[in-house]
């Protein structure tokens, strides 16, 4: 959860619509339009393209508008599979689109890639342009509804993503996966990018904290973010470094049918020595606080979280797992612990109690990998090339 931007705290209104534009963004939610696709919005702006936006009315934030952009509010919900809502979204943005005649549509998250695509195709918006952000839950969970929904989502991602002219993935494992479930072909409009990339200005490098060691996790308390597995691993290490602080930032979202059960939650407040911050607008102090940054997720595109914290200088703990395992190299930056295995990771949270002078070396190490690779500059360089906004010569690639 990355500070909203501040400015004014005006809500995009039900009327609103955004008129004629170059690109239009599907996004899944406005806080992910605001973190991790507001620096891109600004490339583009700056080479004179005119952007907008279609954002889910559910879970609107005012602070959209401080991107500086149109916006206009559709039916989409990330969850549920129920079609005649889904037509209703699709149809909205239909609409929407023939309005705005923009040259491209840009969507990212799994319902605004396959409804968005199919409503670019349908409105005659001749440039598609797909970033898959991860696979998620849909695609950890084995439960029989799970394996259902996976079909469908198969399916939907096939029929869809066959007609975008670019499709950017944030890992190899997603891409392999996508060829393996034949969804896709390997071909030349699949591009493989590092992540959203962070923003060194706004997330600088700290010297790390004196005193006792602080391991933080920040995320959505969802079961594939790993956070049971945090507090059981901290309970484990607390019994040898009873000093030794635990923080998870982060808050639930009972929309979702994977978020933590909230009676598990008090018991985890009550029972276990692990301090449960909640949801904050801004993540920057307590990275600065923190001295190791532990994200036990079972999946991810590119995880923003730990791209932040590698900036602000922190060693990574993170599992070997599609997404999380590109952020580290294990034993430089970080340390790769198997998925759903809290002994290693307690074992993982020891390692650098035993060895204090490794957290400097991996937090060294943390601000040079993500100046090299995941710097936001960089990542929006490849995307715009890729798209054809700028040419190979001016992206320096």
């Not at 962070?198 to 790993?226: A, T, W």
């Amino acid at each position: 959860m990355t500070e909203p931007v501040e400015g004014i705290k005006s809500e995009p209104h039900e009327h609103d619509e955004i008129g004629e534009v170059d690109l239009v963004f599907i996004a899944g939610n406005a806080r992910s339009l605001i973190a991790n696709r507001g620096d891109l919005i600004r490339d583009l702006q700056a080479r004179g393209i005119r952007v907008g936006a279609l954002v889910p009315r559910v879970d609107c934030l005012p602070e959209v508008r401080d991107l500086g952009i149109p916006i206009e509010l559709i039916d989409l919900r990330r969850t549920g599979l129920n079609p005649l809502k889904d037509l209703k979204a699709l149809l909205q943005m239909i609409r929407a689109l023939r309005r705005a005649r923009p040259t491209w549509v840009f969507s990212y998250t799994i319902k605004p890639v396959v409804y968005g695509t199919m409503a670019a195709r349908l409105a005659g918006v001749r440039r598609r342009v797909a970033m898959v952000t991860g696979l998620g839950f849909t695609y950890t969970a084995q439960s029989s509804r799970a394996r259902a929904i996976r079909m469908l989502t198969n399916l939907l991602y096939r029929l869809s993503l066959r007609s975008c002219e670019v499709v950017f993935f944030q890992n190899p494992d997603d891409v392999a996966e996508m060829i393996d479930r034949s969804i896709i072909k390997d071909d030349k409009r699949l591009v493989l990018i590092n992540g959203s990339g962070v923003n060194l200005d706004r997330f600088p490098s700290h010297p790390l904290p004196e005193g006792e060691p602080l391991f933080l996790f920040i995320g959505r308390l969802l079961v594939e973010k790993g956070v049971a597995e945090f507090v059981q691993a901290a309970s484990e290490v607390l019994r040898r470094w009873p000093s030794a602080r635990f923080v998870a930032v982060g808050g639930l979202d009972n929309t979702l049918p994977h978020s933590i059960d909230p009676e598990e939650l008090d018991h985890w407040k009550a029972s276990s020595k692990v301090e449960f911050i909640g949801q904050v607008s801004d993540v920057r102090p307590w990275l600065a606080q923190c001295s190791v940054f532990v994200l036990p997720s079972y999946r991810e595109g590119t995880p923003r979280s730990v791209l932040e914290a590698m900036a602000t200088g922190r060693p990574i703990i993170t599992t070997d797992a599609p997404g999380c395992r590109e952020t580290v190299v294990d034993g430089v930056n970080g340390l790769l612990v198997a998925p759903r295995d809290s002994h290693a990771l307690a074992r993982a949270m020891s390692r650098y109690l035993e060895e204090p002078n490794m957290i400097q070396q991996h937090a060294d190490s943390s601000c040079e990998l993500v100046l090299s690779k995941y710097e936001v500059g960089k990542v929006n360089s490849s995307i715009l090339t890729a798209m054809g906004v700028i040419t190979v010569t001016e992206s320096g690639t």
